[in-house]
């Protein structure tokens, strides 16, 4: 016979355990469960610096936005960009939204390479929520759309170091960090950056490895002892990094 006596114990306390797991799990899921605390608002947002941002989502074929999503920017973005990994094309179109209204400025426009569309801001866009829509257009006609937020606080700009009303400024590359790192200037400022360090280092504007939010402060590579220049004639913020440091080296110029 199968059934020993031994086996039949065995079987009690199988179906002992099950009870108990059983029970176990209708107390968790049924007593525990009524006791958690609601729900939080909703899991879509996420709060941060005061603000409550939404989950963004990515149209097909994208690759990166600036400003970020979820960035908190002491001063207006100069342009809003999006950047793609396939051919944009007509009638792609960026909107940045705020309380109702359109900060968007004039036509979105493509770049030369077709792998970014950007949109200038309203002047004087007030600080507050942005929400940003785009659509991403591509030769065969086909459009897909994303969306992103940034906000803008101005009150963030009192962690910059106020170097307004200088004609000119020097942001050393030194131990792998820019020195001054963030900086607040008057417009027409010239900036000089200087390597001081035996590795290579760059100066690259925003996102990383795009950098396409502000090509002319794309510089070359810079070795110990050379000089990059940019004269900033455009009010705006201007986040950058160094690609060959990107997750260190990070600097900021807020120019009013
Ligand atoms: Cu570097």
Redesign the pocket.
């Known amino acids: 016979m199968i059934h020993t006596k031994k086996g039949g114990a065995a079987l009690w306390l199988l179906a002992a355990v099950i009870l108990v797991a059983a029970g176990g799990g209708y107390y968790y899921y049924f007593i525990k469960k009524s006791e958690s605390p609601p729900a939080a608002k909703s899991e879509e947002t996420q709060a941060m610096g005061g603000f409550e941002f939404a989950t963004p989502k990515k149209s097909a074929h994208y690759e990166n936005n600036t400003p970020l999503h979820g960035a908190i920017l002491a001063g207006m973005p100069l342009n809003i960009v999006v950047d793609v990994n396939f051919d944009l094309a007509k009638p792609s179109s960026i909107s940045v939204m705020n309380g109702g209204k359109e900060y968007g400025a004039g036509e979105t426009m493509i770049d030369a390479n077709k792998l970014a569309m950007r949109r200038k801001m309203e002047q004087n866009a007030p600080d507050g929520l942005y929400s940003v829509s785009y659509n991403a257009c591509w030769p065969d006609g086909s459009c897909h759309d994303g969306n992103f937020q940034f906000a803008i606080d101005r009150e963030a700009s009192a962690k910059y170091e106020d170097m307004r009303g200088k004609e000119e400024i020097t942001i050393r ?1 030194s131990e ?1 960090k820019f020195t001054p790192m963030n900086i607040r200037v008057s417009k027409n400022t010239k900036i000089m950056w200087i390597n001081d ?1 035996t ?4 100066v690259n504007t925003n996102p990383h490895p795009q950098h396409t939010y502000y090509p002319p402060q794309n510089s070359p590579a810079l070795q110990k002892g050379d000089g990059f220049m940019r004269t900033f004639r455009e009010a705006g913020i201007y986040n950058y990094h ?4 990107a997750d260190s ?1 990070k600097g900021s110029i807020l120019v009013e």
Request: proline content about 0%; some cysteine; glycine content about 0%.
């Open positions: 590359l792998v360090d590795v290579t280092h760059y160094c690609s060959a440091h080296m």
